[in-house]
């Protein structure tokens, strides 16, 4: 029910694409995914950015942060001297998404784990299971090829 969607809480990510980021890119991002799943706010809005020496990604970041539609700014798979220079741009970040098992354990030894708690940003992370070679799903099978 429409109701029930109301009251759902949603993460999506947002990728950007090889460009110079553009404030109506995000305004319009945000009003198409709220068109789309019929809701009034986004709960949560994760940015992908895979253009390092483009730094409008700031820019970006800053617009989710003031989007009135827009609860939680976050990002994915960026480094802690990333998450640094949002800061001192002054980037409101909620969360990050990481790559983080207890065979990657390149957050906790690059600092970022320590980071995010000091500045009470939320961890999610993926991959903590080695997609399922830690579980029995691999349990008498071939060893998977590269």
Request: hydrophobic share 40%; net charge neutral.
């Amino acid at each position: 029910s429409k109701e029930l969607r109301q009251k759902q809480a949603f993460i999506l990510r947002y990728t950007v694409y090889p460009c110079r980021m553009q404030e109506y890119f995000v305004q319009d991002y945000v009003e198409a995914l709220r068109r789309d799943m019929g809701v009034t706010n986004i709960d949560m809005l994760n940015l992908h950015w895979h253009l390092p020496n483009e730094t409008s990604w700031i820019d970006a970041l800053l617009w989710m942060n003031d989007h009135p539609r827009v609860t939680l700014t976050c990002v994915s798979n960026m480094a802690k001297n990333y998450l640094e220079a949002a800061w001192r741009y002054g980037v409101q970040l909620d969360a990050t998404e990481i790559c983080f098992s207890i065979v990657d354990q390149r957050p906790k030894q690059m600092g970022l784990l320590s980071y995010c708690k000091s500045r009470g940003i939320a961890v999610f992370a993926y991959g903590v299971l080695l997609g399922g070679l830690l579980t029995e799903v691999w349990l008498g099978r071939p060893e998977p090829s590269p």
